[in-house]
């Protein structure tokens, strides 16, 4: 799985795109969190810190491997990218929980019999009813616009990330002439290791690390067969998902006229 010329091209553009993006963002949640103050838990202190570590999240892993990479990357680097990658799909399912929460508080959202909301109740899905059922069409429109990424893709993802394994990163993507010379290669290590010719194995496993190109794919799960996701390309589209939506969100709120909570 590697991408190509057409996709590094489009990933290259919505990675220029993240720098006017997060100012804007940081622009609209900071004008909400100081028109609705009750909302700064959520919109301030939430939603633009989370908003931070994500662009950072973003920023480390096209440094560590930039769609152009060739080189396979060292273990620390591996590592390294495993971690913010984690941190940028727990975030950004975090920072849609903040973006919920900002709007309940924001605009008095009560469940059954005028009750608070609490916990679970509170969240974009479409079992957040209360939430949705408050929602203006204009907002909703754009909610249903991405239910399914966030029913498919996102959720999936960070749930595995949060209660089965965190990402996993192979070391290497091998082609089917690689694959080849890798089994060969194990067997003859097989064969050495069994024969005592230690200084061979040696020289054989240095031989297993020259094979295969770096991979651009994570792997959420090994309970379940589940389908690699290339990683670039997934943090991108989530990045804009969030961008679209907290966009919507904060031009509604700094629109509607202001109630004092009482």
Known sequence: MQYSLQDKYELNEKLRCTTWQYSKMLS???KVSERYPETKEYSFYGFLRRLKLIQRCIQKTFSIFPIELTAKLSGEDNTDLEIYIHSA???IYGALDNIAWTWVVAMDVKGKNETQLKGMQVGLGKNNKYVRDSLPDEILLTLEKIDRWNKEFLSPLRHACAHKCPPYIPPSCLSTE???????????INSEYSNGNFNTVKTLYAQLETLGSPAPYLIPSFAHESEPVMFHKTILDDWNKLFTLSCSFADYLLTVPYIQPE
């Open 28 to 30: 609209l949640f900071r």
């Open 89 to 91: 799909l727990i975030n």
């Open 178 to 188: 690689d694959d080849r010379t890798y089994r060969n290669i194990e067997e003859q």
